[in-house]
């Protein structure tokens, strides 16, 4: 499950660990798996994760872990359909977003 991040133009590896619920080496690890991953590095050697890699992960997360993908078959499946199913993850997360909000407009009541 993924918590939002605030609005930043860099995010530490430690906030998207955070934010995702998984350990940073599964970060790293999933950086040198996926090519979508390219965070920038600061002379510290720190990673910085922008909005588009957070985006990525969230779609890799979602294949990975909700879905259950294998990490091959999530690569295969980014690179052939990467359209389709960003558009379908878009859609699936707008939809749990509105009814995260209903839920809360019906415990309000």
Do not use: C
Not at 2 to 22: C, D, H, Q, T
Not at 90 to 101: A, D, F, G, P, V
Request: proline share 3%; glycine share 4%.
């Amino acid at each position: 499950m993924y918590i939002e991040l605030p609005e930043k133009r860099y995010y530490s590896i430690g906030e998207v660990a955070k934010a995702f619920n998984v350990n940073t080496s599964l970060i790293r690890f999933w950086e040198k798996e996926f090519d979508a991953l390219k965070p920038k590095k600061n002379a510290k050697g720190n990673r910085k994760f922008t909005p588009e890699d957070i985006k990525n992960l969230k779609l890799i997360y979602h294949l990975v872990k909700e879905r259950g993908f294998t990490l091959e078959g999530a690569k295969i499946h980014l690179k052939e359909d990467k359209k389709d199913t960003l558009n379908n993850f878009e859609i699936i997360s707008k939809l749990e977003n509105i009814k995260n909000q209903l839920i809360k407009i019906k415990e309000n009541l």
